[in-house]
């Protein structure tokens, strides 16, 4: 069984950074983050593969946000750079330990979520 703790988060104004954590246990095949926001709707932000290292960033945050993978504690941090007031939403830290799901970026595995408010 998969489980995901995510901390981090808060509201900041536009242009300031913020980081982001997530510790899983059980197998993960891939491990990200999304969010969702009333706008938007659920968007998915970046996907870690953990056996291969591959990561793929949305059109929207690449190039502003990046990912730092711990493994021996099992954790990806999401930094988030150069904060727009889009960029508010509930993230969501989220994993699969389907190769399947994984691969169509698809995962059943979610965190409680936590609150990013940018303000211009």
């Known amino acids: 069984q998969v489980r995901l703790v995510e901390s981090g988060g808060g509201s900041v104004q536009a242009g300031a950074s913020l980081r982001l954590s997530c510790r899983a246990s059980?197998?993960?095949?891939?491990i990200g983050w999304s969010r969702e926001s009333p706008a938007k709707g659920r968007e998915r932000v970046v996907t870690?593969?953990?056996?291969?290292?591959?990561?793929i960033y949305s059109d929207s945050v690449r190039g502003r946000f990046t990912i730092s993978r711990d493994n021996a504690k099992n954790s990806l941090d999401l930094l988030m750079n150069s904060l727009k007031p889009e960029d508010t939403a509930i993230y969501y830290c989220?994993?699969?330990?389907?190769?399947?799901?994984?691969?169509?970026?698809?995962?059943?595995?979610w965190g409680q979520g936590t609150q990013v408010t940018v303000s211009s």
């Open positions: 059980g197998d993960i095949h891939c």
């Open positions: 989220a994993a699969s330990g389907s190769p399947s799901l994984c691969h169509t970026l698809r995962y059943d595995s």
């Open positions: 870690f593969w953990i056996g291969t290292g591959t990561t």
